[in-house]
Nanobody, 121 residues
Framework: QVRLVESGGGLVQPGGSLKLSCAAS????????MRWYRQAPGKQRELVAA???????IYADSVKDRSTIARNNAENTLYLQMNSLKPEDTAVYYC???????????????WGQGTQVTVSS
């Protein structure tokens, strides 16, 4: 069984920084793209950043120039460094890996449980 666990969330003051991590465990064959999403209260879940297996990266306009996504393939881990945080960055952040598990024919998305990020003074 594949499991994703996020860490690194918390309370941070406006202008501060935070680094989120997401580690996958279990019988994993191949990880394709890795993504960060967030969902603020009363809003739809939105894509924050994504990194493909070839290193291609995309960012949402709202976090571009303030964030860096990175992956460690050897450790099946995804990171998101966020700087100059704003109150509007407050949300639950979820990681999502598109992967194929061992002995499973089809690849699909696997989600973490989410980590709360609160930006407030």
């Amino acid at each position: 069984q594949v499991r994703l666990v996020e860490s690194g969330g918390g309370l941070v003051q406006p202008g501060g920084s935070l680094k989120l991590s997401c580690a996958a465990s279990g019988r994993i064959s191949v990880i394709y793209d890795m993504r960060w999403y967030r969902q603020a209260p009363g809003k739809q879940r939105e894509l924050v950043a994504a990194i493909g297996s070839d290193g291609t990266i995309i960012y949402a306009d709202s976090v571009k120039d303030r964030s860096t996504i990175a992956r460690n393939n050897a450790e099946n881990t995804l990171y998101l460094q966020m700087n100059s945080l704003k109150p509007e960055d407050t949300a639950v952040y979820y990681c999502c890996f598109h992967l194929r598990a061992v002995d499973v024919m089809f690849r699909r998305d696997y989600w973490g449980q989410g980590t709360q990020v609160t930006v407030s003074s």
